[in-house]
């Protein structure tokens, strides 16, 4: 329809986040916003943090912490207090995560550090485990490539700044990123290296009605919210007048 009748076309596309918490970061910060920016209804969201890059310092730490957490959540009625994680969309959807996770934990470099069972469902429902892979330096495979669309994260560790924002830059998409750092100069200088429409620094959530959503690369063409999105359906026109 927008080649036939030469109109604007506003897509969004999808995205694989790449979340990055640096040794300077406050671990237990990071933590909270990788719980929402992970696993926010279920990991269904196009800025979902997908693959998490953690710097080697902190490695071990985080793991420890986070599984913890993951293995807090407990899945069942999303219409429920006590829920924190709800079905997937359809079982088309949960069978999507469920091909992404084997063909990448048939790899022999990785690794499952935890899926959580932790239910109170009837299992005639698309759920889908919370789910924490290691995946070392392996970036030959699904979930690093793919968006998931689901509760399951990806965890790479790192030593260096360069190779950090090489691995998150790495893929098609380029929706939204997360950095944790308490170094402002390099908030600055990774928020700007990094190839996505958005970056939240030390925030797990930054979506809002005033700030322009969209993204870069595959993951989508114009902006929605603030006046960016006003944009989107507004000509320009130029008046010229001779003195």
Same mark, same amino acid.
């Given at each position: ?10 897509? *969004? ?33 196009? /800025?979902?943090?997908? #693959? ?28 429920? #207090? ?33 899926? /959580? ?25 699904? %979930?690093?490539? *793919? ?19 090489? @691995?998150? /830059? ?11 750092? #308490? ?34 690369? *595959? ?19 130029? %008046?010229?007048?001779? @003195?």
């Amino acid at each position: 329809s927008s080649g036939i009748n030469a109109e604007y076309g506003h897509m *969004e596309l999808g995205g694989n986040a790449p979340l990055i918490v640096f040794d300077s970061a406050d671990v237990d910060r990071a933590l909270n916003a990788t719980m929402m920016a992970k696993f926010k209804n279920a990991g269904q969201a196009c /800025n979902a943090a997908n #693959r998490l890059f953690v710097h080697s310092s902190i490695y071990s730490e985080f793991v420890e912490k986070l599984s913890q957490r993951i293995l807090a959540l407990r899945m069942g009625n999303g219409m429920e #207090r006590k829920t924190d994680i709800g079905p997937l969309v359809n079982s088309k959807g949960s069978e999507k995560v469920r091909t992404i996770v084997k063909n990448t934990v048939d790899n022999a470099e990785i690794e499952l550090i935890v899926s /959580n069972e932790n239910t109170d469902h009837s299992s005639e429902l698309p759920y889908y485990s919370p789910t924490l892979l290691s995946c070392n330096s392996n970036t030959n495979v699904s %979930i690093f490539h *793919e968006e998931i669309f689901g509760p399951v994260a990806a965890l790479y560790s790192f030593d260096t700044e360069d190779e950090v924002i090489h @691995l998150a /830059n790495s893929t098609r998409y380029g929706l939204q990123a997360y950095i944790f750092t #308490r170094d402002l100069a390099q908030s600055w200088r990774v928020s700007e290296a990094l190839e996505y429409g958005m970056v939240a620094v030390n925030e797990g959530a930054i979506s809002s009605a005033c700030n322009p959503f969209g993204g870069w690369k *595959e993951s989508g063409i114009g902006r929605e919210a603030g006046h960016f999105g006003i944009d989107e359906f507004t000509e320009n026109k130029l %008046i010229c007048f001779g @003195l």
